[in-house]
């Protein structure tokens, strides 16, 4: 397990009142870069998010660049009635209807070696599966609170993210109903697997 703060502008507020959450504010540049990490792999990416508004397209997780397969872009529309869950024009979009000042529960599950199956959970529900292209973008800079590496997308988050993870296995959905349970102040019950660590990220800790 390691725990990456990342590093983020002054503009990203941290709030340090429970929930702890960094608080991004609406700009095109916006992110916190956790340094290069390798997606070629299977992955899960789970974070508690609560969204201000949704003037513009929201977004939560990103890698890579504007290209097809070659860019990771999870994000909320621009009436926060769509989740989206891509890799640039391989894309699994799930209709949900999203409320300002909610906090969520989500969860982005990527099978490579089943098909390249991509799975949406929202409060520890499956709202989306397909399986679908893969992801060919390798290491690259990783981004929270934007799409894509550089943190360009015209997708800013507006809002709180509270507990940002990524896992290199794939949660199953017991395994993340139970963190749903527990909830964004919930210690974090996944084991290690093998000698690889199943948890490589974490803010929890900051």
């Known amino acids: 397990t390691a725990n990456n703060p990342g590093v983020f502008p002054s503009s990203i507020t941290y709030n340090s009142t429970s929930p702890k959450s960094f608080v991004f504010n609406n700009s095109n540049t916006e992110r916190i870069n956790i340094g290069n990490v390798n997606m070629q792999q299977d992955w899960t990416l789970e974070c508690w998010a609560k969204f201000s508004d949704f003037s513009v397209g929201r977004g939560l997780f ?21 989740m989206k869950f891509g890799f640039h024009s391989s894309d699994l979009d799930v209709t949900y209807t999203l409320q ?57 988050m507006k809002g709180d993210i509270s507990v940002a993870r990524m896992y290199t296995k794939c949660l199953t959905a017991e395994e993340i109903g139970v963190n749903y349970a527990a909830g964004y102040l919930g210690s974090i019950l996944i084991q290690n697997t093998g000698n690889t660590p199943s948890q490589v990220y974490d803010n929890t800790k900051t």
């Open 100 to 156: 300002t000042d909610t906090w969520y529960h989500m969860v982005f599950v990527y099978d490579r070696s089943n098909s390249h199956n991509k799975k949406t959970y929202i409060n520890g529900v499956k709202i989306g599966d397909a399986n679908q292209a893969s992801y060919n973008r390798g290491t690259d800079e990783f981004s929270i609170g934007s799409q894509y590496s550089p943190g360009t997308s015209a997708s800013p």
């Open 62 to 82: 990103g890698h890579g660049i504007s290209s097809n397969q070659q860019g990771l872009h999870i994000s909320v529309n621009s009436n926060g009635s769509v």
